[in-house]
């Protein structure tokens, strides 16, 4: 889509609450646009998740409320390169594209994503302007086994930020996720890239459920959680820039150290410690009492042979 007519669309939106509904007459009054132009915007935006009431008499108003980056603040926030979209296949994807060119620290930002992935190629719900997608590129001269505990990191990064605003019930699950009152907020993605004259390429991907739509939470194939019902209102763009900030600068003490300091941030929200579970490694199942991660980020386990620590492949994590 060009940019001139997501341009269109972010100018109606705008106009746009989940409060009350807006004329169709008002809408393009405002925009100098035609009735039927505006009905045509409204129905195209259906294909990206934006869901928005019609009622003939009423006109226009949205399911639920939508937050969008402001692209000018967003740039006084962050001191890198910002490329930022309204509609992309996949942050990751557009970093791994363009690695060649970028520094540490660049980073990708997208309103909707049409095909964003999560771990092992699960499809990432990616809503026009309900949530937070992102990906951030790095280079690095550390090696990939010394980089296993680099999701852990990002996770510890994510949490202290969102304490900083106010969210409460945060807990953290190995090796990616990170929870909201028991149910999944948010995932992190690491992917390498193919080049490494320059060091390890490393792209790291974040989703971050902002206010899921009804319509959207029903894809989902597990109990999800997301920002809106926090006290105060979280400024999108602020939020995006303070991510930014933490995660780099984690990331450049988890280069310098690596996980060991780490470690006690991680276990003090791990939802699982000191609980009995199960670590799925098919075809095998270990089960135990979970005590946290070790300095390379294995999952530490109680078990019947003593205590084990297990890391690499497929694992999955679930409580007894």
């Not at 900083?164 to 990616?176: E, H, I, M, Q, R």
Request: hydrophobic share 40%; proline share 2%; charged share 20%.
């Amino acid at each position: 889509m060009t940019m001139q007519h997501w341009a269109t669309k972010r100018d109606i939106l705008a106009l746009l609450t989940a409060d009350k509904f807006v004329s169709g007459e008002q809408i393009a009054t405002a925009l100098g646009l035609t009735r039927g132009a505006v009905n045509q915007h409204i129905d195209a935006m259906a294909q990206y998740g934006i869901d928005i009431y019609s009622v003939k008499g009423k006109g226009y108003q949205l399911a639920e409320p939508i937050s969008l980056i402001d692209e000018s603040r967003l740039l006084t926030l962050i001191d890198k390169r910002c490329f930022y979209f309204d509609d992309i296949d996949s942050t990751n994807g557009f970093l791994m594209a363009h690695a060649a060119e970028l520094n540490s620290g660049d980073v990708c930002i997208a309103e909707y994503q049409s095909k964003g992935r999560g771990r092992r190629g699960r499809t990432w719900q990616s809503p026009y302007g309900h949530h937070l997608y992102t990906s951030v590129f790095w280079r690095t001269s550390l090696t990939p086994p010394q980089l296993m505990g680099l999701s852990l990191v990002i996770g510890c990064s994510m949490v202290q930020v969102l304490k900083a605003f106010g969210v409460d019930g945060l807990s953290v699950k190995w090796p990616n996720d990170i929870y909201r009152d028991g149910r999944k907020l948010a995932g992190v993605l690491v992917e390498l890239g193919a080049n490494q004259a320059q060091g390890l390429e490393l792209v790291i991907g974040l989703g971050l459920n902002m206010n899921m739509s009804k319509a959207q939470g029903l894809k989902i194939d597990q109990p999800w959680s997301d920002l809106s019902g926090v006290e105060n209102q979280i400024d999108k763009t602020m939020l995006m820039g303070q991510l930014h900030q933490q995660i780099c600068e984690d990331i450049e003490h988890f280069e310098r150290t690596g996980l060991v300091d780490f470690i006690a941030r991680w276990n003090q929200d791990d939802q699982f410690m000191g609980k009995a579970v199960t670590l799925i490694m098919a075809p095998n199942e270990v089960y135990g009492t979970y005590c946290g991660i070790d300095k390379d980020g294995a999952v530490m386990l109680n078990t019947a042979q003593g205590k084990q620590s297990y890391i690499g492949g497929e694992i999955s994590l679930r409580a007894d």
